[in-house]
């Protein structure tokens, strides 16, 4: 059962990421579209990778993932550490999606400004953050570091259970 729940979480995670790495390259490749047909296209590509593939890709990496954590009984610090990164994609699938949104109303030139349209934010920034916490996510699942020195750093008030404190 646990070579399966890993498969599922590998397999959604791995396309969780591609989605966020594609959905900004196509906001930056299409972002500024000027021709209708290229627009609609752009809006096509970018609303059904989100709702159709990234985002039930994130949701079964995250039900396969929480049904691992509890089959495989992982409670260590470095996995503290990877779901600390799992939310930072997290909140960068959220802004790209919100990017998506918006971007529809950068077209029809509503927004704040209804003369002006949405000016969107560079897609880029998706990228900056999104990457380096896949990274980072990979890494703290393949290194499985000990970062007892990290838990030695925080005051003993965090460290004892509520009933016990200092």
């Known amino acids: 059962m646990i070579a399966a729940l890993k498969a599922i979480h590998i397999a959604a995670m791995l396309c969780w990421c591609a989605g966020l790495i594609a959905l900004p390259l196509l906001l930056i490749a299409y972002g500024h579209a000027r021709r209708q047909v290229r627009y609609s296209e752009f809006r096509l590509l970018t609303h059904y990778g989100y709702i159709g593939f990234a985002t039930p890709a994130a949701v079964i990496a995250v039900v396969a993932g929480t049904a691992l954590i509890f089959a495989a009984e992982v ?48 897609p880029g920034i998706a990228l900056a953050i999104g990457l380096p916490s896949m990274a980072a996510v990979l890494w703290l699942v393949l290194a499985k570091p000990d970062l007892a020195w990290v838990a030695d750093l925080l005051p003993d008030i965090m460290q004892a259970p509520r009933d016990q404190l200092p």
């Open 75 to 122: 409670f260590d610090l470095w996995f503290v550490a990877k779901l600390a990164f799992v939310s930072l994609m997290a909140l960068t699938h959220a802004w790209i999606g919100h990017l998506i949104e918006q971007s529809g109303l950068q077209r029809q030139g509503r927004g704040s400004d209804p003369g002006r349209g949405y000016e969107m934010p560079w």
